[in-house]
């Protein structure tokens, strides 16, 4: 019973990471996401200029979209 319980528990883990990364993609818009790809191959993490660019988004936002959905596989 102790490794029925364990090994839920690590699925949680991993189904929670797997929603942080979802909620994050639908945070942005298609628009949004081709943009900042396109921005950081022009100019790598400066995150503040890309922001510039798209309204109502925060450096720290798409700094924090950008490792959760590209760190992953790195």
Known sequence: ?????????????V???EVTSE???HDFS???ET???????LLGER???IA????GRTAEE???YWKAIYSISE
């Open 1 to 13: 019973m102790a490794d029925s319980e364990q090994s839920s528990t690590e699925d949680h883990t």
């Open 15 to 17: 189904d929670s990471q």
């Open 23 to 25: 909620k994050l993609k």
């Open 30 to 32: 298609e628009d949004e």
């Open 35 to 41: 943009l900042i790809r396109r921005m950081y191959d």
């Open 47 to 49: 995150w503040h200029l």
């Open 52 to 55: 510039g660019r798209i309204p």
């Open 62 to 64: 798409i700094e924090k």
